[in-house]
């Protein structure tokens, strides 16, 4: 069982960074690959941006390539999504999830965090 905990969302004018954090609980999280989703008000959760288990594979949508930096630190059991030149499309819950392989699926992803809510204005 792996326990996860996003945080760093909030409120942010478009243009501006927010750096957003998932904290796992556990000894296996190096074992997992990572990947971020969000989800905005009646639409499907999307990918965003996935890891692999050692940080040197990272893939991301298309929306969010050039903005948006994955990164994870297995030491301190942590995933960190940094966004940049936010827009209002952005808004959304983003969530935190756990995988066997980078995947780009969201049906592939096992263990859950409940969402931090990030909102950007225009």
């Known amino acids: 069982q792996v326990q996860l905990v996003e945080s760093g969302g909030g409120l942010v004018q478009a243009g501006g960074s927010l750096r957003l954090s998932c904290a796992a609980s556990g000894r296996t999280f190096s074992s997992y690959a990572m990947g971020w989703f969000r989800q905005a008000p009646g639409k499907e959760r999307d990918f965003v941006a996935t890891?692999?288990?050692?940080?040197?594979?990272?893939r991301y949508a298309d929306s969010v390539k050039g903005r948006f930096t994955i990164s994870r630190d297995n030491a301190k059991n942590t995933v960190v999504l940094q966004m940049n030149s936010l827009k209002p499309e952005d808004t959304a819950v983003y969530y935190c999830?756990?995988?066997?392989?980078?995947?780009?699926?969201?049906?592939?992803?096992?263990?859950w965090g409940q969402g931090t809510q990030v909102t950007v204005s225009s």
């Open positions: 890891i692999s288990t050692t940080g040197e594979t990272t």
């Open positions: 999830a756990t995988a066997t392989y980078p995947s780009t699926l969201t049906r592939t992803y096992n263990y």
